[in-house]
């Protein structure tokens, strides 16, 4: 199994910057793709952000271009989303997801992490 931890939600105002990370443990050597997904009240989950296992292909959704950034440093098993120019539509709840042995997109979501709250003021 995999687990997924989740840090660096918090509340920022409209236009400021946040850095999520997760953390990876148990069988890490199964990760393959990872990405973010966010969910806001009401509404369905969906996808955010996802990097291949070398980090070298990338996939963002169309609402996030040009101001998310994914990264992931396989060494430390984490994950990370640079958050810039957030929007009041950006507040979410943020899950990290993993998929095993899957390195291709979209990602299926294996393993998810309980999530952290993202909420920007306007």
């Known amino acids: 199994q995999v687990q997924l931890v989740e840090s660096g939600g918090g509340l920022v105002q409209a236009g400021g910057s946040l850095r999520l990370s997760c953390a990876a443990s148990g069988r890490t050597f199964s990760i393959y793709a990872m990405g973010w997904f966010r969910q806001a009240p009401g509404k369905e989950r969906e996808f955010v952000a996802a990097i291949s296992r070398s980090g070298g292909i990338t996939s963002y959704a169309d609402s996030v271009k040009g101001r998310f950034t994914i990264s992931r440093a396989n060494a430390k098993n984490t994950l990370s989303l640079q958050m810039n120019s957030l929007k009041p539509e950006d507040t979410a709840v943020y899950y990290c997801?993993?998929?095993?042995?899957?390195?291709?997109?979209?990602?299926?979501?294996?393993?998810w992490g309980q999530g952290t709250q993202v909420t920007v003021s306007s």
């Open positions: 997801a993993a998929d095993a042995y899957k390195d291709r997109l979209p990602m299926t979501g294996d393993y």
